[in-house]
């Protein structure tokens, strides 16, 4: 006795197997087996058929149902697969602690790890220096000569070439920052002289925006 002639029901019509398929696939987040859409589908109806017909229904659409490894799914056309692709610009908010790390970095470079604390005025965490690193807007410099011959900072050409800037010279003043409220307020005692405070370089006031 057949599987049909077992089930208390008849099978969907065929067209309204084909639905379900559709429907099953649409809403897959991963390609589905014939044995997937048999053990959701009514006792009875026969999915490879359905699939057959949904395939060539779709013959010559926008969106194909096509074959992946022995699963099904929709996938763009080919030919159309141009129109899927798009340029995206990833926005990341910094931290103040980032921000401060990276300023103090860019204008204080080569600095050592104990220094850009000393300028701060707190403990520098691994994770900000490592989110810098990440960014390719740090890298480690040379060695200070000095005992326990501590590594340096510097700022990257990556760095200055998100920023618009030639150098590190093309920063802006340490006044401006401050007047965004980008850096303390506090004096630093590492800070550049103080005509850099009195005569910002204009233009870059979005520096530590991203």
């Given at each position: ?181 980008l850096l303390d307020s506090r004096p630093s005692p590492m ?6 405070e009195d005569e910002p370089q204009p233009g870059q006031s ?5």
């Amino acid at each position: 006795m057949s599987e049909q002639e077992q089930s208390l029901f008849a099978a969907p019509p065929m067209g309204e197997q084909e639905r379900m398929v559709e429907a099953i696939l649409f809403a897959s987040t991963e390609p589905v087996t014939v044995a997937e859409l048999r053990s959701r589908m009514p006792h009875g109806c026969d999915p490879a058929e359905a699939l057959a017909y949904l395939r060539k229904r779709y013959e010559g659409r926008g969106v194909h149902v096509v074959k992946v490894g022995d699963a099904f799914a929709f996938r763009t056309a080919a030919d159309l697969g141009f129109l899927m692709s798009r340029e995206t610009v990833e926005t990341r908010k910094l931290s103040r602690a980032a921000i401060e790390t990276l300023a103090i970095i860019a204008y204080h470079q080569p600095v050592t790890r104990t220094e850009i604390e000393e300028i701060r005025g707190v403990a520098v965490s691994r994770g900000t220096i490592d989110l810098l690193m990440e960014l390719e807007w740090i890298r480690f410099g040379r060695r200070r000569m000095t005992p326990g011959r501590p590594v340096t900072f510097v700022v990257t050409d990556s760095f200055l070439d998100h920023f618009g800037l030639e150098s590190a010279r093309d920063l802006p003043g340490i006044k401006e920052l401050r007047a965004a409220g980008l850096l303390d307020s506090r004096p630093s005692p590492m800070a550049p002289p103080s005509e850099d405070e009195d005569e910002p370089q204009p233009g870059q006031s979005e520096l530590f925006e991203d």
